[in-house]
């Protein structure tokens, strides 16, 4: 028969999409885990952690997969920036990933197996680009898929040549779609075709994949039914894998709006199960072929469409046992949360509790569940009664130690039975690197320590789990818990002893400002282990000083800069900048004259309430925005941020006082009590909340002020700069 280019439109693409979109709970946390969301998470299986990061730690782990997480710094004692804790997506450390060059420039098209096949095949493709919007069921129509209908073309050697070029400029036009161009860029001429041939059948395989691009389901059904049984291997394969995807995409035709919004509760059910017929079909025939890893994952959302949890929770159990890669347990992991563990947080599903072919899903959801008992959120309570019958689970797939977990994490977080925690799990000799259960175990053990204020005991434990590990990650992890404990046991200065296990500057950075007393910042200041340090220390110890009206102290304490061998100044410490100090009385308020912030400080050393050096000192906190700032050791601090909060110091000075104590001070002059009358009024400027610090004071008393300023003061320079209070 004689056939045309215009007969053969489209070709089906060879590698379908495994995962799929739609809203996703993401375990309540709003955060997608895309590049620029990366998800936080402790070291070890916390029921607090999102459970996406406990299936990637633990799968990981299993796996021995290095994890995408926050650089480790060359020199943790100079270094705020590891914390815990990020677990990446692409904006993060990927250590599976290729490392980038400095040398983007792709390769040239004519050194790739693809020019290579082209060339073969007379056919020029150095100027092909995939289209990267492409949806529904033309995203597979890709490079790749030429590729693979390229090869399959030159490995079947019962093709002519010419007629292998023209298939291949058919396909050519096909993903160019320059059927849809009055001028087509590459005409194919009409060609003889003898009919039952494989070149027949790699026709017949084009006019299905046309009519499938064209949307005619019916018709393509038809030609890839016929084609299952075709001599031509990759026809036959191709053909009743396509067969799957024909089903497919008819099931969705009703469950698409015409803006692109999908709805699965409109899925045609009769279609998404024939679909799953020939998934299964196809497996079964080729359970390692070409297009197996694609028809498991389409196998994943034929179920979803059809609400079939019960298939889905082994499928999506071995597809985690399955993932070769941090990559693809990564999209694994997130359409697993998005379609089956979350999927009661959005919509009307029942939630997965448990299945008895999936005991990895069983466990992380248990861990999620003992989260939820903690909150609001009590959809389903771990019971004792609940817990046990979880049991045969791990029993049967022979993972006792993590139904034992599973209990101790109750006993800790349902029943806060700390002691029955500390007695089944025993301190341990040896620790694997990738034994993530026995660490999470000795995590949970240490934590009932401290939850019973062992403090001495929890000392020891977590030192000695130190020297077990291998795991940077875990090692960082125990330094925290570490700091919390000496904390916690009112023994800062513990974490600055010469053999402290503590060297991460960002824990000890934190409790400088935080938790330390005077005499253990003066010490950290002239004995710091290096100048950054010896700055944290200072800065903080100069703070502590002029808010707390030490000025005598301040002024003796500003000589121990010169221990600081080489000044700090890099962006990261800008927090603790050692200059602001050196503020000269620019920048005051116009019309009030204020000296340096030293002489401003004799003054107060020799008259501690003079209202005029009282004003320039909250000249001098206004102007620098001076304060103890913990930012840049904020978040992933877990215990310790706990422990330094109790009891909290503040970290802002309190410039309200100092106007308070000069409006209410007889002995003020007229040019500095209406200067703090002013500035205490516009404490609440423009917002009505206080920004200067202190308590806020009712706005009975704000108009107090006002009004002393506008009738006592009447005509005052304050006074006139003043039109309202808040």
């Known amino acids: 028969m004689k056939i045309n280019h215009k007969m053969a439109m489209a070709l089906v693409g060879l590698t379908a999409a495994t995962t799929f979109n739609a809203q996703a709970s993401y375990d309540d946390f709003g955060c997608g885990w895309q590049d620029d969301c990366p998800l936080n998470g402790v070291p070890w299986l916390n029921i607090d952690n999102d459970t996406r990061v406990n299936l990637i730690q633990l799968e990981g782990a299993r796996k021995n997969l290095a994890l995408p997480r926050l650089p480790v710094p060359p020199d943790f004692t100079r270094s705020r920036s590891y914390h815990f804790g990020f677990i990446g997506y692409n904006d993060l450390p990927h250590p599976t990933a290729t490392p980038s060059t400095e040398n983007t420039t792709p390769a040239p098209v004519a050194e790739t197996s693809f020019s290579k096949m082209s060339q073969a095949l007379g056919v020029d493709t150095s100027s092909w680009e995939h289209d990267q919007d492409a949806e529904n069921r033309h995203i597979s129509n890709n490079l790749q898929s030429v590729e693979q209908f390229f090869a399959a073309l030159l490995d079947d050697p019962t093709i002519k040549p010419e007629d292998r070029h023209h298939l291949a400029v058919w396909r050519g036009n096909i993903f160019l779609n320059s059927y849809d161009k009055a001028d087509s860029r590459l005409p194919v001429e009409a060609f003889d075709i003898e009919p039952g041939s494989r070149t027949a059948a790699f026709s017949d395989y084009l006019r299905g994949a046309n009519v499938f691009y064209l949307g005619d389901f019916v018709e393509a059904n038809s030609l890839f039914t016929a084609l299952q049984k075709s001599s031509q291997p990759w026809v036959a394969e191709t053909s009743s894998y396509m067969l799957m995807r024909v089903a497919l995409n008819k099931s969705t035709v009703k469950a698409t709006d015409e803006y692109g919004m999908f709805d699965a509760t409109k899925i045609d059910t009769?279609?998404?199960?024939?679909?799953?017929?020939?998934a299964n079909a196809y497996l079964a025939t080729w359970p390692e072929g070409r297009y197996a890893d694609s028809a498991r994952g389409l196998l994943r959302r034929i179920n979803w469409y059809l609400q079939d949890w019960q298939q889905l929770a082994p499928l999506y159990e071995k597809a985690l046992a399955q993932a070769p890669d941090v990559d693809s347990l990564h999209k694994v992991i997130s359409e697993l949360d998005d379609k089956f563990q979350s999927r009661d947080s959005f919509g009307n599903y029942e939630p997965f509790i448990s299945d008895a072919q999936a005991p990895m899903l069983t466990f992380t959801q248990t861990l999620r569940w003992l989260r939820n008992n903690q909150g609001q959120n009590k959809s389903y309570e771990v019971t004792r009664e609940n817990l046990d019958s979880l049991k045969p689970i791990f029993a049967s797939a022979e993972l006792q130690p993590y139904w034992s977990f599973l209990e101790n994490t109750w006993l800790y977080y349902h029943e806060g039975n700390y002691a029955a925690v500390i007695e089944a799990t025993p301190s341990i000799n040896l620790?694997?690197?990738?034994?993530?259960?026995?660490?999470?175990?000795?995590?949970?053990?240490?934590d009932a320590l401290a939850a019973q204020k062992q403090w001495p005991e929890a000392l020891a434990h977590w030192k000695h789990l130190l020297g077990l590990t291998q795991s940077v990650e875990q090692q960082q992890y125990i330094q925290l818990n570490l700091a919390a404990v000496m904390v916690n046991n009112q023994q800062p200065e513990a974490i600055f002893a010469a053999d402290s296990p503590v060297t991460n500057l960002r824990y000890r950075s934190l409790v400088l400002k935080t938790a330390a007393p005077k005499a253990l910042l003066q010490q950290q200041a002239t004995?710091?282990?290096?100048?950054?340090?010896?700055?944290?220390?200072?800065?903080?110890?100069?703070?502590?000083?002029?808010?707390?009206?030490?000025?005598?102290?301040?002024?003796?304490?500003?000589?121990l800069r010169r221990h600081i061998t080489k000044p700090v100044t890099l962006e990261a410490f800008n927090d603790v900048n050692l200059d602001i100090f050196n503020w000269n009385g620019e920048r005051a308020e116009k019309g009030y004259f204020c000296a340096s912030l030293d002489d401003t400080v004799k003054t107060l050393i020799a008259r501690k309430t003079d209202a005029h050096a009282l004003n320039c000192l909250g000249e001098f906190f206004r102007n620098t925005a001076a304060h103890i700032d913990t930012e840049a050791e904020g978040g992933g601090n877990d215990l310790l941020g706990d422990a330094i909060a109790k009891p909290a110091l503040s970290n802002s000075p309190d410039r309200q006082a100092y106007y308070q104590q000069i409006i209410n001070d007889p002995k003020a002059e007229p040019e500095d009590k209406t200067y703090a009358l002013y500035r205490a009024v516009m404490c609440y400027s423009p917002s009505g909340y206080n920004d200067c610090g202190g308590e806020e004071v009712k706005p009975e008393t704000r108009k107090h002020w006002f009004t002393v300023l506008k009738t006592k003061y009447k005509g005052n320079q304050w006074e006139k700069l003043l039109s309202y209070y808040w």
Do not use: C, P
């Open 270 to 278: 009769g279609a998404a199960s024939e679909a799953r017929d020939y």
């Open 431 to 446: 620790l694997a690197s990738s034994d993530l259960l026995a660490f999470s175990q000795q995590v949970l053990h240490g």
């Open 527 to 559: 004995h710091g282990v290096n100048d950054e340090e010896k700055t944290i220390a200072l800065h903080t110890l100069l703070m502590r000083d002029l808010m707390v009206g030490d000025y005598e102290g301040y002024d003796t304490d500003k000589s």
